[in-house]
């Protein structure tokens, strides 16, 4: 059964560096998502993207935040200055349509900004 | 706040009882989803129920959508120690965004 995939699973950085997480969508999916969830909060949302562009972005996804799909296959989240709060889990998600169906979430990567 | 509120935050129950737990929205909703989480890991998807549906079942999974109270519940029967985790209710709004609860954390007893 065809899964998104998440790298690197932990990513241990520290403050003020930049930080690429990588997500490779299931392979005909149209939209994407990056969400996080601080430990033990509830999942927030980030950022949807559709058609090489952003769809909807919350006021977490500031500045410092960008999203891009390179080359069809990988889906990427760059935090430009990491901060100690933006320690957290870090989850792509996929679904093919949007509106009406469960969307496909990785297995997350853990990113420790030190 | 908009977000989802699951009620219990957290549940501990005897291996084969069944569980029950809770979510309330504020907003309009296309669909509800419910979500697993084991500690530590990535959201399953567990169940769908749209709009215009009052009641689903998968397996050993049933939920129900009142839209009028706008609530939710998912009921997991005959529970397992398998099924420890966090369960998150996730209303799609009408911009087709998931709003998240901060989760029931179910524990089972063996």
């Known amino acids: 059964e065809p899964e998104v995939t998440q790298t690197p699973s932990h990513q241990v950085t520290q403050m003020g560096q930049e930080v690429i997480l990588r997500c490779v969508p299931i392979?005909?999916?149209?939209?994407f998502y990056w969400y996080r969830q601080i430990l033990g909060q509830k999942v927030e949302f980030l950022v949807s993207f559709y058609n090489n562009e952003i769809s909807e972005k919350s006021e977490i996804f500031d500045d410092q935040f960008s999203v891009e799909r390179p080359d069809g296959s990988n889906f990427t989240l760059k935090i430009r200055s990491t901060k100690l709060e933006d320690s957290a889990m870090y989850f792509c998600?996929?679904?093919?349509?949007?509106?009406?169906?469960?969307?496909?979430f990785g297995p997350g990567t853990r990113l420790t900004v030190t | 706040s908009q977000q989802g509120e699951e009620d219990p935050q957290a549940l501990s129950i005897q291996e084969g009882e069944n569980a029950t737990m809770n979510c309330s929205y504020k907003t309009s909703i296309n669909n509800l989803q419910w979500y697993r989480q084991n500690s530590g890991r990535g959201l399953v998807h567990l169940i769908l129920i749209r709009s215009n549906e009052r009641e689903k079942h998968s397996g050993r999974l049933r939920v129900t959508l009142d839209t009028s109270k706008k609530s939710s519940s998912l009921l997991i029967t005959a529970s397992r120690a398998a099924d420890t985790a966090s369960y998150f209710c996730?209303?799609?709004?009408?911009?087709?965004?998931?709003?998240w609860g901060a989760g029931t954390k179910l524990i089972i007893k063996p």
């Open positions: 996730a209303p799609m709004d009408s911009n087709y965004q998931l709003i």
């Open positions: 998600a996929s679904n093919p349509l949007a509106g009406v169906y469960e969307q496909y």
């Open positions: 392979s005909n999916h149209l939209y």
